[in-house]
């Protein structure tokens, strides 16, 4: 019996050992059988893209409004913006027009034709930018603000337009009207002195005149009375002068 004890003391390690090993070795050769069919099967997967593509396209212009008689014609930026968050995994193409039917600002008349332009918004970007030339038309007609629109086509998208406003530099000549003034009629001082002088005088005169009438009427009333006085002796003096010749 302690012989027995002592052979499975022994022994029974190596037994766990080579169990141990045993399972192992099944393991891998069943991993490896696993494998050996994977490489051999074929399967088939979908990723499906959360992302959603972009819809709308803005475009944007600076400055967005110039003077009719700048001295020199502005350069135009024109930017192309994708909406959203999301970008296009290739490139987009966006065709440019400056100027339509409808606008205030006539090509040709207030500004010089503008050609057609491509902008390309490369693929994973979600803008791309431009420039053109606008050259002025400094006419002398008296206009409103003038508008000019710059749109454009891209495949898929809708493309929201931007507006460039030419200020007009005439005016029209306001004639000045008179404003209605308030005439008092002010007398110097010298000139009422002088009318006052005149007053003075004519009534100096007036006085002097009542005074030579009535002179004249007292010196008439005088001969009078001394007409009345000697024509009696007068012509007591003849009768005397007649009678004494009669006695003679
Ligand atoms: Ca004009
Ligand atoms: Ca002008
Ligand atoms: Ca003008």
């Known amino acids: 019996m302690h012989k027995l004890l002592k052979c499975c003391f022994i022994w029974s390690p190596i037994f766990i050992a080579v169990l141990l090993l045993g399972l192992t070795t099944t393991t891998a050769s069943a991993q490896q059988d696993t494998v050996a069919q994977q490489d051999t099967g074929t399967g088939t997967g979908t990723i499906t893209d959360?992302?959603?593509?972009?819809?709308?396209?803005?475009?944007?212009?600076?400055?967005?409004?110039?003077s009719e008689d700048v001295e020199v014609p502005p350069s135009i930026t024109v930017v192309a913006i994708l909406g959203g968050t999301t970008t296009f995994a290739t490139d987009t193409l966006v065709a440019v027009q400056v100027g339509r039917e409808g606008d205030t600002a006539v090509s040709g008349t207030d500004y010089a034709a503008v050609s057609d332009f491509l902008l390309t918004i490369p693929a994973d970007t979600s803008s791309a930018s431009g420039n053109f030339t606008l050259a002025l038309?400094?006419?002398?007609?008296?206009?409103?603000?003038?508008?000019l629109t710059v749109h454009g086509t891209a495949t898929g998208?809708?493309?929201?337009?931007?507006?460039?406003?030419?200020?007009?530099?005439?005016?029209e000549e306001i004639t000045p009207v008179p404003t209605?003034?308030?005439?008092?009629?002010?007398?110097?001082p010298a000139t009422q002195e002088v009318l006052e002088e005149e007053l003075a005088y004519t009534g100096?005169?007036?006085?002097?005149?009542?005074?030579?009438?009535?002179?004249?009427?007292?010196v008439g009333l005088m001969f009078a009375g001394a007409?009345?006085?000697l024509a009696p002796a007068r012509s007591r003096s003849r009768s005397q002068q007649t009678s004494q010749q009669t006695r003679r």
């Open 50 to 66: 959360d992302d959603t593509a972009p819809a709308v396209l803005s475009l944007r212009v600076s400055p967005t409004s110039v």
């Open 137 to 147: 038309v400094d006419d002398n007609l008296v206009e409103e603000t003038e508008t």
């Open 157 to 171: 998208l809708v493309v929201r337009e931007a507006t460039i406003m030419i200020i007009d530099n005439d005016s």
């Open 180 to 188: 209605p003034v308030e005439v008092v009629e002010v007398i110097p």
């Open 204 to 218: 100096v005169d007036t006085r002097l005149l009542l005074i030579i009438v009535a002179t004249l009427i007292a």
């Open 227 to 229: 007409f009345r006085f």
